[in-house]
């Protein structure tokens, strides 16, 4: 294969949220290796998303600048409207633009129904889908007026449903359609947005907690970079997205522990028989779920053509 010259990010202005600690701070590690100016924002908080700490974030952009980079530190909630835009503020006061957002921050607390409460969900929607929203909002516009931006959300494989992570998985899954959405908006603007679904042994992995309830082995100390399962493996991914030569939009891409991959939501072909019964969808039931010819859709209304194109053919057919 020819030899690809590397990704840069000179002149370039990120900001990462959630960047004191895990994937996080390894993805503003990277970024700022290759050229980019940072906004390093993080809480401190604890794994649930309560408590403060300036310490994570202020480690981090020291860290950046002692290896030559430049950052600053930005402690503010990416739940709240006023903490979205000082995020913002800060790098266009800074540095005078922002080209790339990297929504990482997020939290996780075990739960379980019935007990789990209306409070900790609206916690895990607070963060992960409205603290995404709402920096990316603030960021909006400068990206539309200078005619290019690159967002990467956070999603996860718990978008797929956790008995026991009822509420980070269903922020998940709003993360996923959020940044879908906003990769359709983004278009006319040149701002393209895409998902990064991390894989890696983390502080949020590596609770006791979350690794039983994931049915996932103890893991002794030190050894997820012994064994390379490090945030420093899902970064490559995040740059790619970050990049102005990204070449998608709109996706979920899984990266971590030496794999790649794509994750994609799909349509069957499906059946069209009008007056159907609950038994008749039965009896047919192996021909509605077959995945031959299966579809996958790059918006809302590319699933309704797909379906109204069924049902015309269908009746075409009669």
Known sequence: MPHREALRFDDRVAIVTGAGRGIGRAHALALAARGAKLVVNDLGSALSGTGRDADPASAVVAEIVAAGGEAVANLADVATEVGAQSIV?????????VDVVVNNAGNLALDAMPSLGTDQLARHLDIHVVGSFNVTKAAWPSMVEQGYGRVVMTASSGLLGGSSLIAYSTAK????????????????????VNLLVPVAETRMVNDPGVRAASNLPSLEEGAETAAGRGPEQVSPMMLVLAHESC????????????????????ETQ?????DLGPEGILDRWA????????????????GIDFREAAIAAAEAAR
């Open 287 to 302: 021909e509605i779920v077959d995945e031959t010819g299966y579809q996958v859709h790059a918006s809302t209304r590319a």
């Open 270 to 274: 499906g059946i069209v028989a009008p």
């Open 89 to 97: 503020s800060a790098a266009l006061e800074h540095y005078g633009r």
């Open 247 to 266: 070449p998608v939009n709109g996706e979920l891409l899984e990266a971590g522990l030496g794999r790649w991959a794509r994750i994609f939501v799909g």
């Open 173 to 192: 899954g709003g993360v996923m359609s959020l940044g879908r959405s906003l990769a359709l908006a983004g278009v006319e603007h040149g701002i393209r």
